[in-house]
Structure formats: C-alpha cells, structure tokens
C-alpha cells in the first residue's frame, strides 16, 4: 500500500531548491484515489520542469512514474490511452514499430503524459501541429473533493487542464491521437547564420517546407549566430527506435567549471564545427528530436547549486527587437549557457487557457544558478519579455513575480475557476496565491 | 522469436519489468497472481507493448495447489520458455520471533509453495527438453542476519532448492535450465518501509534485464547487480566473532 514519506531528494530538474516533501510513489490506478484527498497536494510525473511547478515544499507530493499502464493501442487509428505516468520514451518505443509517433514531442523523451498535458508542451512542429494539447482526446481527472471527471475538448475544465500545471486536478489517465510515421529517420538540414535577421528570414521561409525547424544560437555573441535546423520525416520504413542513453554524469561538475571564458570557447568552437559540418543529412528522429537525452542526468553539468533556464515567448510584432535586446543582455552580462535555442512559434491556437505558445518567437537557455547576479540577470530580461508582451514558460521558471506572471496570462482568472483548491505548487504559491 | 512465458507474482515490480522486456519480444505469457484487477490492468499493457497474448490466472501461489497441474493447464499445449517465480513476502522479523503462526506464513510462502511451484516446473521443462526456470531469491539468504534471518532462511533454502534443480537439469543434459537470482537492495513497494536511495539501491528495471538474460544464458546462481557477488563474499567470511557486534 502506497502512503507518503518525507523527504528532500525529490527535485526538480534545475535542482536549485530541494525543499522537504511528504512523497507518495503509488504503482496501483486503485491506489491512486485513495491519495488524492485534502490540502496542499500536488502530482507530479518525470520530473523534467525546471524551475518550481513541480514542487510542493512542505506539501504532499504525488509521484505519477509508477502508474505507466497502457489500456489500450489501436495500430490502425494510432489511438493510445494510458495510465499519467506512461513516458514518451515507452510510448515511442510502442508505437514506432506500428508506423505512429507522438504528434508533438518536447526536446526530451523522459516526460510523463500527464506532464505533457499539464505544461502543455510544444515541439520543433510547432507550426504545423500546434501543442500536445491538441492531440489529446479525452483525459480522466480526479479531484480532491472526490470527484471524477472524464473530460474532451470542448468541456471548460479541459481547457483548463490542459497547461493547468496540475492544479486543476490529478490526471490518471489520457488518450491521445498518435501521428502517422513511415520510419523512424529524418531528412535534416543545418545551416549557419552569422546574424539574428537571418535567422528569422531562414524560419519564415521554412515554414511551408519543413515539418521541423529550431536553431542553436551562440549567446556569448551579440549579433545572434547560430545553426538554423530544419527537417521533414525522410519516408525511409525502418523503425528501429532509440537506445537508451549511454553515458550519464555520475556527479555534479563543479560550479567553477562553467565561466564566461569556458562559455565563450565552447560556444565559439561548437558554431565552428556545427558550420563545418551544415548542410543535408539524413538523422534519427533520437539524434533530430531529442539531443539532450544522449548524455543521462545532464543537469549535473551545471554543479550543486544547480541551474535556472529562462524561455520566453515573444509575439511576431516585437520578436526581431526583442530577441536581439535579449541576446545583448545575456552576451554582455558573460553568463548564458552552452546550448541557448531560438525557435518560431506558429499560428496554431493552443487549447489550454494558460498553454505557452503565443505566434512569434521563442528562446530558451540554461543559467547556472549564480545566486543575485544571476537573478538581476534575468529580470533585466524579464522587462524585456514584458515590454514586448511577452510571457515566460512555467515548466521552466522558478523565479518570476505575480505581477509579471498575471501580466502576462490574461486568461488567469477564468483558469482560477477551475482550479482544484487542494491542489498547489511552489510556483503557484508565488505567482497567484 | 520468444514463445511461452507463465510468471508466478506477476503484480511484483521486478516481474512487471522483466515481462515488459518479453512483451516487447512478442512473447506470450500467462500472469498468475492474487489481484484479478492489477492482473487485467498488466494484461492489457504488455498486450499494447507487444506481447502477442497474456492470460491471466488468479491464484493464492503461496498455497502451492497442484502445481503440476495448474503449471500445465497455463501451458495450454504450448511450448514454455521460461517459468518465472517472482512472489515472495518480507515478513516482519521481530513478529516472527514472537508470533510463531507469522513465521510460518513466511516460511510457507517464501520456502515451502515455492519449492513446490519450482519442483513442478523442473519436471515441466525436463519433459519438453528446453526451457528456464528463473526463481529469484535474495541476498538475505547468503547469512543469517538478526534483522531479517526468517526471510532469509527461507529465500536460503529456496536457492539451495534451485542449486540442486539445476545440478538435476546438467546432470540429464535435458535441455532445461535453472537459475536462481539474488537481487540486492530493489526500490519496490516490498521494501518501502527502508530508506532508500544510494548506489546499492538498484531499479526493477535493472533486475529484469538481469532475470531475461539469465533465462538464457550464464551460471546458475546469479546476483543482480552483479556486485552483490563481491559484498556478500564479504559478508559471508566475515568472522562471527566480529558479525555478532554489528546490529545487521
């Protein structure tokens, strides 16, 4: 029988807190009622947010990966549904050998379906297939009150759900329309830009042609470059899926490690190999999609007192401005991070009331947690967004004001309809209570 | 290609992962066990994960009812690959001590039915001429330890059991095999009263890919991870003189 227990060792994936949770890892779906009851809960999945949405400092906490239970795939309408806590890697690895893959997947496999629906997550498809959301059919919700609530889109509490960070009530199960693959292989290409106008005039030129596009983007440097990826599903059948990862970090690198000089001559070196190397290949999707998983436990890179990751969206208008008033403050500053990523967002209206993805631009990168000078860092940028009504992602940020959050999310209120008032987190502790 | 798989214990977190593995192969496999729900909710995942077929038979195993009998009515006229016995319960060391009709309970289920569903599937397999029997013990039976030496004795002899039976199998060139595997430390609901975390504790996952691999190949006795070989060398031939003052 599962119950809670104390501890401080589930963190999220930024490991800058490790507050002390009472956790409960049930593996049983009969199980799961039983939890779900009174004040201060939260159900959390893989833990691959960064920042604070998925703690609950002296809280209950609980862990979704044990109920990873497919109950039901149709090979030939690619229809899953499954227990929350199935990973898009066991999901993948099910599906692929029946030609279906995830319609949208994040840059990392190792996240939960009900993590993918509670931040609403988006792809490098953004523009073709809009967010996870939209590929999801019906979902289970159970909450605290005891209700069950068995909800489609169209149903006000689904749209709440759907990017409502978990506060709207645990999801036990969902199904989901998987997307229509020949293989498992991709016709890629990298080219290199050497200014930030460039690389917004390669993303407005490759929407039409390409399923995928993101970029890699050197925020050591001022004038924007980076390598601009874009790809479509090669048509090859073979469906070999990945291998697990294999190699991790067995230990934390030490904080010294990562300074403006290391930033500088890894950023420089990777722009001139990665530019060396651009031009037409054939990639597995693992390689294309999913880059951050070949090295397990990565986080580790950043040292104990772990990272921040700041990903912003900017609307069309203010995009080609901003993101450069962005890149100069981050390669001025000497802090950023190895793997800064600039992509466009399109014009597919997400479903959920509080999802991300506005039309435009958006970047994302990692700061190593540098304490004030680090935190004054990013709200310089958090001006920045606001002035060019932007928004930050909530799967990533564990520092953003109420005032900044509300400012920002204009359908905040009517979300606050439906939340489930046993339900909070760290994050929304700070940004709405 | 796998064919047949019977799993006794099929709701344990080991057995689920080590199924996951045959599922993903196309095997068949029938699921014994106690919960008629958490069989069916297993059932239809290793069905969507590859599985070409899965029963599922509800079953006090540590009753050990004819277990010749059930074992070949879950064979159904197919071939079986592997036998794998997974169920087992912790017990409470200090109620046992105490509280006789506990200890027995132990003793009845980690021992006595398992024996028995081992027995009978030793002459399953030797009658086909192929096959593996994969019964998982525990590193608590290697030394007698006041903490837990009840399970111990128990898992102990089961894996004395297993030894002879494999002995038994070479010693006929049957065809057949069988393996004992001795899990330390496993994050399972079993041993969720323990605090856990660290390099001893190993995942389900870790132990199933070694339970699937010794179902095909390798020694007779086999500890998952395989460094629970070494640590249990030394604890083995530590001296009592210096053991008795350790609260282990």
Redesign the interface.
Known sequence: ???F?TTT?LTSWGRVDRPRQDVATP????ELAGLVGGERLLAVGLGRSYGDSGLNPDGRVVAMR?LD?????DAATGV?R?DAGLSLD?LI??AL?HGWFPAVVPGTKYVTLGGAIANDIHGKNHHREGTFGRHVRRLCLLRTDGSVRELAPGDPLFAATVGGLGLTGVIAWAEIQLSPVSGAWMASEDIAFNRLSEFFDLAEASEAGFDYTVSWIDCTTRNGRGIFSRANPDGSPDRTPHDPPKIALPLDFPSFALNPLTLKAFNTFRFAAKSAMAGKKTVHYETFQFPLDAIGQWNRLYGPKGFYQYQCAIPSAAARDATAELMSQIARSGQGSFLAVLKTFGDVPSPGLLSFPIKGATLALDFQNGGDATLRLLERLDRVVLEAGGRLYPAKDGRISAAMFRASYPNLEEFMKHRDPGLTSAFWRRVAA | MTGHVIVLGATS?MAEATARLYA?EGASLTLVGRQA??LE??A??LK???ASAVDTAVEDLGQAKAPAKRLSDWAGGRTVDAVLLFYGVLGDQARAESDLDHAAEVLQVDFTSAALWSLAAASLLEGQGRGALVVVGSVAGDRGRQSNYVYGAAKGGLGVLVQGIAHRLALRNSGARAVLVKPGFVDT?MT?RMAK?GPLWATPEAVAKIVRRAAERGGPVQYAPGFWRLIMLVIRVIPSAIFHKRPL
């Open positions: 029988m599962s119950a227990r060792g593996r049983w779906a009969d044990g239970r497919v109950h039901g795939f899953v499954a066991d690895r099910l050998p | 977190a993903a729900e958490r909710a297993i239809a995942d969507a994960r590859g609901p969720d975390g």
